[in-house]
Each structure stands twice: as C-alpha cells, then as structure tokens.
C-alpha cells in the first residue's frame, strides 16, 4: 500500500455506459473530503439526455468550458470532463492533493475533455478564471453563513452573459442551515435569476425530494 493510500477509500459513481468514475474520499477531514449526495445528484444530472444523448444528437458538454466551485473530491466536473468538456475544479488549497489524487484516477476516462485543479478562494481575485466560463457547477456550497457574501461575490465575477450556474444542494431543516439557505438566495435573487429544475428532468434513480437542483443566470 502506498503512503497515504490508507488515508482514502474510494467511492464509484456509475456512469450510464457501465463505466464507473472511482472517486476517493477521505477518512479523516472537513466537508471537503466526502462526496455528499448533492454531488452525485449533480453530476448524473449532467447525463441526462437533454444534455448528453449520443444517439440524439445531443452532446452539450463536448468542447464547453466547465468551472466547478468548491468541488470538493471533484466528482461533479469529473463526469463533466469525461462527457467532453474542459473542465477546472476549484477549491481551497487544502484540498488540492484530494482533487488531483482524483484527477489522476479518472483519467482514463477522460478522452476528448479535459480537466485540471486550481485553488480558488471565494470573494477574492478571479483572473485567472477569466474569460467567463459557459458553465459554473456548484453541489452543496451553502452551508456555512460566513462564506454567503463572498460566494455570491465570486459568482458574480465569474458569470458572463451566457454563463449557466447549475446549482445543486440539499435542503437541510436543522441548526443554522434554513437561515443560511435564506439570506443565500436572497442576496443571489438580487444579481441572479433561478429555475428550479423539476425531478422528471433528472436522473430517474439518483434523485431526491429534498436534493434541489437550479439554474442560475445574470440579470441582464
């Protein structure tokens, strides 16, 4: 066993083809380490076939540039990669040997997309991220009430015109979380519009009443 390997166990997410992304967690850590639900919700969203149906003629990732925020163990913008887009996962600096470690164990499954890890702290200095991606994916980053401002911040300075925000987060009823939720959505209300995406347009098995799935754009 490597160093370090006993630190991780590894969970896979099926893809729809029967291959599976291996995605290793932590034992041991912050939020950041594990794959939550939310995550697994979004990134079998990004499958489904108003996405992604070759046999349709659909293929919306193919070539689309892709920043994922707060991606924790990078499962949502891995499948986004190896359904064709170029893609950045982003997160703390704490978090990046996890987010490569990833990389590289999904490589393989990545043919004409591509991916790679950055740190990206939220509410500072997005430059590098520039010009604005098509797509922002964000799957359960709202939870902690002091990172509200600086999230919707950075989201603000990301999102061009055409970006698309897919945003997925389950919705919690204790502690601080419903009050978090809140004044989330009502400084985003203020820069953002929102459609919810109802459950009969995502993945029929990896979806959930309680797991909330949005699209979010700029006021123009």
């Not at 590289?104 to 604005?132: C, M, R, Y």
């Given at each position: 066993m490597a160093a370090g390997e006993s630190e991780y166990f590894v969970r896979e997410v099926e893809r729809n083809d029967g291959r599976a992304l291996k995605v290793k967690q932590c034992y041991l850590g912050d939020v950041g380490c594990v794959v939550w639900d939310a995550a697994i919700v979004l990134a079998k969203y990004l499958e489904t076939k108003q996405f992604y149906d070759p046999p349709g003629g659909v293929d919306v990732w193919a070539g689309r540039s892709v920043l994922e925020l707060g991606a924790g163990t990078g499962v949502v913008g891995l499948m986004a990669a190896t359904l064709g887009a170029q893609v950045t996962?982003?997160?703390?600096?704490?978090?990046?040997?996890?987010?490569?470690?990833?990389?590289?164990?999904?490589?393989?499954?990545?043919?004409?997309?591509?991916?790679?890890?950055?740190?990206?702290?939220?509410?500072?200095?997005?430059?590098?991220?520039?010009?604005?991606p098509q797509y922002i994916l964000m799957?359960?980053?709202?939870?902690?009430?002091?990172?509200?401002?600086?999230?919707?911040?950075?989201?603000?300075?990301?999102?061009?015109?055409?970006?698309?925000?897919?945003?997925?987060?389950?919705?919690?009823?204790?502690?601080?979380?419903?009050?978090?939720?809140?004044?989330?959505?009502?400084?985003?209300?203020?820069?953002?519009?929102?459609?919810?995406?109802?459950?009969?347009?995502?993945?029929?098995?990896?979806?959930?009443?309680?797991?909330?799935?949005?699209?979010?754009?700029?006021?123009?």
């Open positions: 996962l982003t997160d703390l600096e704490d978090l990046q040997t996890l987010l490569k470690v990833n990389i590289h164990e999904n490589q393989a499954l990545v043919s004409s997309g591509s991916i790679t890890a950055k740190v990206l702290k939220w509410g500072e200095d997005v430059s590098d991220f520039l010009p604005p799957a359960d980053c709202i939870y902690y009430e002091q990172s509200i401002v600086p999230l919707v911040e950075s989201l603000k300075l990301l999102s061009g015109p055409e970006t698309c925000i897919i945003c997925c987060y389950e919705q919690r009823t204790e502690g601080v979380n419903p009050k978090v939720e809140r004044e989330f959505f009502e400084l985003l209300k203020q820069h953002f519009r929102c459609e919810e995406i109802p459950l009969d347009r995502q993945d029929p098995e990896f979806s959930s009443p309680d797991i909330h799935i949005l699209h979010i754009r700029t006021k123009v």
